[in-house]
């Protein structure tokens, strides 16, 4: 039995200007209904497995439409049973979509992590005077000085992170942060950026770069709007956003 | 496809692939994968799940003893249960093939619980 | 699509591989297909909830339930 893969929503028109291939070696092609369209392909009924070839090539189709119109990526193994079903989608949804397709038309997603080395971690401490009890005791009282060497860390890296972020915003539309996604890594940003102004935003990364030696900055794009199909409303606004 | 770094030090990209690495361990890879990956993959969802539940409890003790609201007992008698906790996740971490870095993705040490 | 001229290391194509799995497993449009990935066995499910049990024991011993925190 086959179905349909999505790989995501576009405007509709334009069709198709090319031919493109997607998983399977099977022909992408589009399910329109009104101003939108779905991107889709015939697939088997089965979840295809998460490795390099399938995931660049669902990136790749995306990008390929990207290049003449705005995308919304849908996630990866987004499996339908009918093309009707695929109509039902995009009738029942088709506001939200119009709108974000909307909010990122002519723009492109760039993405940001910024490697930090927090200051080191709490010493061990000489004096264990104070502690009179057991090994419970002392256990709470190690955590106890290690939860407050976190938070001094933590405000240094939030400082740090109104710092970059104060570059960044004003070179983009829109951006999503992550804060202290893990242990080296200070923050993943991904900003929503005018096409023409990718050059200058790259400028700005080589900027910082150079204006913060300490952290390292990864740039990279440009990618479909992935984190941008929400309005920030929808979502944990960043605190930083205008 | 073509990489798509736009600007990155040629020193830190090891690190930043070793961060990234990290981040996107816990997103679904394996699908229909043998029955023991599945109870691993939902071992993993749990003991996530206490872990968090784990380091509140913990954090709610921190602050009183900090506050000095507890006698020494109180202080001895909480720090030995939270010892025994620790050594029962142990346990069932390895029981289940998990170490300490499979729980604490996207958490990290200064990221918000909750 | 910049192509800065030079080959891309191996490190950039694992940087650029860890990035499109982050966004393609991640973020998007969340649309419940047709055809999802089936998670839990009504087992495993029972196992989950003793677990959860013995954590709430621990809470108990703790004296939290009984400061009403």
Do not use: C
Request: aromatic share 6%.
């Amino acid at each position: 039995m086959e179905g349909i893969y999505l790989y995501g929503i576009v405007t509709f028109p334009p069709p198709l200007l090319r031919q493109i291939v997607g998983l399977g070696r099977r022909p992408v092609f589009l399910v329109p209904q009104r101003d939108l369209a779905a991107v889709v392909s015939r697939s088997p009924l089965t979840l295809w497995p998460v490795d390099e070839d399938h995931l660049t090539l669902h990136e790749t189709v995306l990008e390929e439409l990207m290049s003449s119109r705005p995308v919304l990526p849908a996630r990866f193994n987004t499996l339908f049973r009918t093309e009707d079903a695929v109509i039902a989608l995009l009738d029942k949804r088709a506001q939200t979509f119009r709108s974000a397709l909307e909010r990122v038309t002519g723009k492109v997603e760039l993405g940001l992590r910024v490697l930090w080395e927090p200051p080191g971690d709490a010493e061990e401490s000489a004096d264990k005077k104070s502690w009179h009890g057991g090994p419970g005791t002392a256990y709470l009282y190690q955590r106890l000085k290690e939860e407050r060497h976190r938070s001094g860390l933590r405000a240094t890296g939030e400082r740090l992170i109104q710092e970059v972020q104060s570059l960044f915003h004003s070179l983009a539309g829109e951006s999503r942060l992550q804060r202290f996604p893990t242990e080296r890594l200070l923050l993943t940003g991904a900003y929503l950026v005018e096409r023409d102004r990718v050059d200058a935003f790259r400028e700005g990364v080589a900027r910082a770069q150079q204006e913060f030696s300490r952290l390292s900055f990864l740039l990279t794009g440009p990618w479909p709007p992935y984190h941008f199909v929400n309005g920030a409303h929808d979502e944990t606004k960043d605190t930083l956003g205008a | 496809m073509k990489p798509k770094t736009l600007s990155a030090p040629e020193s830190s990209l090891a690190e930043f692939e070793g961060e990234l690495e990290q981040l996107t361990k816990a997103l679904p890879r394996r699908i229909n994968a043998d029955p023991e990956k599945v109870e691993q993959g939902l071992a993993k969802l749990v003991l996530t799940l206490i872990e968090l539940l784990r380091k509140l409890l913990e954090r709610q003790a921190l602050r009183r003893v900090d506050a000095g609201s507890l006698t020494p007992e109180e202080i001895e008698r909480m720090g030995v249960t939270f010892l025994r906790l620790e050594e029962k996740m142990a346990e069932l971490r390895a029981h289940f093939g998990l170490t300490e870095e499979d729980l604490n993705l996207s958490l990290g040490p200064l990221g918000d619980l909750m | 699509m910049k192509d800065n001229g030079r080959p891309a290391s191996s490190l950039e194509r694992q940087v650029t591989l860890l990035e499109t799995l982050d966004r393609l497993l991640n973020k998007g449009v969340v649309i419940a297909g047709d055809v999802t990935l089936s998670v839990a066995d009504v087992d495993l499910i029972y196992v989950g909830l003793r677990l959860l049990l013995s954590s709430v024991e621990t809470a108990r011993t703790l004296g939290f339930q009984r400061e009403g925190e």
